[in-house]
């Protein structure tokens, strides 16, 4: 999750500092690593809020580099970049683009064409969940890598910079994440980011890791999770004289993960260390870095597990870019990472459907309104639509907050379920079973009445009921799994339970819509929400 230190002078003070301490008693060593940290971080948050002092003025230098760079790529000759010289001459230009509309150039690169889509070949391509695309490979070019190491890199130090105090690099550090196992797509190492991140992490920080890379390997996420409870619960104990040394709990100071895989890591650790809290195992655990889903549901029961308040870091990434972090305590939104290899667009929510949407720069935000993400970077990505909306909460600095996705969805997990992937799953189930269906809605359950592990709820309105629902259930269950790998992953890892089937009244639907006042027309019942807002209504 973290760049390197800094410039070439800077890094060559601290492995010259390192050489000078080598030969001290090993307990002082990791306390010297905090010292060393520490200005290091002040000048990041120097610098990170000189950029937002110039917010405006980095992303257009951004889009200058960027043109600049790709105008004699394969794209880059077919939009004519070496005409583009404002941003009106790129909105020209460059049309708004998704995967699909992307897929061909990808399909070459995967050939062996270098030049496509930003100059050489991909790094690597980073696995991620599709709409209408199915699973789409996200390249990764050797200059799109500070974005998401650098960010991440920077996201912590202006937290040390903030705290006065970077201790907690003086302890272990856990990154609950995909595996490292990279497969090839066109000779090209692929994997989710998580994974990807794993290879990237600077020597520096290697020896704050836990799990190991074999245990980070094993793809089984109940072997894994039991496997990483056993090393954090049985590290060597530095403190000690060499001879004397044994094994005892990690001195865990970070830990970093999606709050669900994290709560589950949570149990495991109290359940195989006899304690109450996980403060009682890791008594200097101080920070708690997340991401990707909606911590606020999560929150009362991790700080129950950890048994006192820690300091949380919310961040954003995402396989197209790191997107924003957050930078203030308390919590006021996430400032969006405006110097990294991105230059941003904003589209109104309602309107990036329509044959000329308005495409705005940050010059051109209001706050409280929701707009549709568009990025273009030294990935490759151009006028590429990432499916979320955001909301500014502030403009000096540019903050944000993730309003949700361009179209409804399921994500309270992390899994991205969007329609088309119910629907499609639907219809499988029902194509082998026979069984018809009305009308139907799914919803997450996050917290199940009866304490288990939380799933995603359907509500149908069946023609008839099946009459072995059973059946019907299993197959609707491999369809979704086969519809989406991160709920795969979830269910797998017993994340979540198998999905449960609520059958709903005749005509609930129709006068759940009336109540609305959607009755007919145009309107349409959402597949699936994030929330139980629509089925806490249903007449059942």
Known sequence: ????????????????????????????????????????????????????????????????????????????????????????????????????????????????KQDVLWPGRPRYFAKSSGTT??????????????????????????????????????GKMIFLSGSPVLEQKGNIPTGRLSGIVNHLIPRWIKSNQLPTYETNCIEDWEKKVDKIVEESLTV?????????????????????????WVQMYYERLIAASGK??????????????YGGVNYAPYASKLEELVGKRIDTLETYPASEGFIAYQDTWPYEGLRLNINSGIFFEFIPVGSLSSSNPDRLTLRDVELDKDYSVI???????????????????SKDPYRIIFSGRVEHFISAFGEHVIAKEVEQALSAACAVTGVQVTEFTVAPQVNPSDKGAPYHEWFIEFDEVPQDLNV????????????????????EGNILRPLVITIVQKDAFRNYMESQGKLGGQNKLPRLKNDRSIVDKLII
Not at 245 to 254: I, K, N, S, V
Not at 375 to 393: E, K, P
Not at 481 to 488: E, G, K, L, T
Request: hydrophobic share 40%.
């Open 236 to 260: 060597p104990e530095p403190s000690l004289p060499r001879a004397s040394r044994g094994e005892g709990p990690a001195d865990m100071r970070l830990i970093s993960g999606i709050p669900p």
């Open 1 to 112: 999750m973290i760049h390197d230190l800094g410039t070439q002078d800077q890094r060559r003070v601290l492995r010259n500092r390192q050489s000078e301490i080598r030969n001290r008693p090993i307990f002082t060593l990791m306390a010297w690593k905090s010292k060393l940290i520490l200005p290091f971080a002040k000048r990041t948050a120097t610098k990170l809020k000189a950029d937002a002092r110039n917010a405006c003025a980095c992303q257009e230098r951004i889009l200058q580099s960027i043109v600049h760079q790709s105008r004699n790529t394969q794209i880059g000759l077919e939009l004519g970049f070496d005409r583009i010289g404002t941003h009106a001459d790129f909105k020209n230009q460059v049309p708004i683009l998704d995967y699909e509309s992307l897929r061909g150039y990808i399909d070459e690169i995967v050939a062996g």
């Open 276 to 289: 109450a809290t996980v403060s009682e195992i890791f008594p200097n655990y101080s920070l708690f870095v």
């Open 375 to 393: 990025i273009n970077s030294n990935a490759g990505l151009w006028g590429y639509s990432i499916g979320d909306t955001v909301r500014f909460v």
């Open 133 to 170: 695309s199915g699973v789409k490979y996200i390249p990764i070019m050797q200059d799109s890598i500070p974005n998401h190491i650098g960010s991440a890199r920077s996201a912590l130090f202006n937290y040390v910079a903030h705290k006065k105090d970077a201790s907690i690099f003086d």
């Open 472 to 491: 019907f259930r299993n197959k609707l269950e491999a369809s979704m799994m086969a519809q989406n790998i991160y709920y795969r992953d979830l269910r």
